[in-house]
């Protein structure tokens, strides 16, 4: 699953940002609005944005992570943390003004978020080990917010209309 959902999302994006512990940024990158720290071996973030306002940030700590952003439009927020190993995060923002937050504390954890339209906000908090959630929001204005701790939880939303919120809780 992890593989396909990284696949796709390298083929859609224009660079692609690796960083091993030795190097000498100290395993930063930083590249005009988007920031990418990771603090360990093997990580692999890529962000991709086209046109103005947009802004993503990716923050991992462990070893195998993996983070991808897209964003196409503007005013788009996405922050992606990465704490422990193998986890995977795949983030893509089409239209203006969405906000998004992926936090992943645990091992094997998978969460995709998918916004198309305007002005919706999306959030996923996953703790523990091999938890999946997966939102897609089409239309705009809609909220949703899955949080899941415990092992192998998943979730998953789709939103295709505008004013919509959900909450989706996982203990």
Do not use: C, W
């Not at 692999?44 to 940030?57: D, E, K, R, W």
């Not at 704490?83 to 203006?96: E, S």
């Not at 192998?152 to 209309?161: E, F, T």
């Amino acid at each position: 699953m992890k593989t396909k959902i990284f696949t796709a999302a390298l083929l859609s994006l224009p660079f692609i940002i690796m960083a091993q512990p030795n190097d000498l940024a100290h395993s930063e990158i930083g590249m005009g609005i988007s920031d990418t720290y990771n603090s360990s071996f093997e990580q692999l973030a890529a962000g991709g944005m086209s046109a103005s306002g947009n802004s993503s940030v990716i923050v991992q700590r462990g070893n195998s992570n993996i983070a991808v952003t897209r964003q196409v439009g503007n005013g788009n927020r996405s922050n992606v943390t990465q704490f422990n190993n193998d986890n995977t995060a795949y983030v893509n923002q089409r239209g203006n003004g969405n906000s998004s937050d992926v936090t992943q504390s645990g091992s094997d954890n998978t969460a995709v978020i998918e916004q198309l339209g305007n002005s919706s906000s999306a959030s996923i908090d996953q703790k523990d080990f091999g938890n999946t959630a997966v939102i897609l929001q089409r239309g705009g204005r809609s909220v949703t917010q899955i949080s899941q701790s415990g092992t192998d939880r998943s979730a998953g939303v789709v939103q295709n209309s505008s004013g919509m919120a959900i909450r989706v809780t996982q203990r």
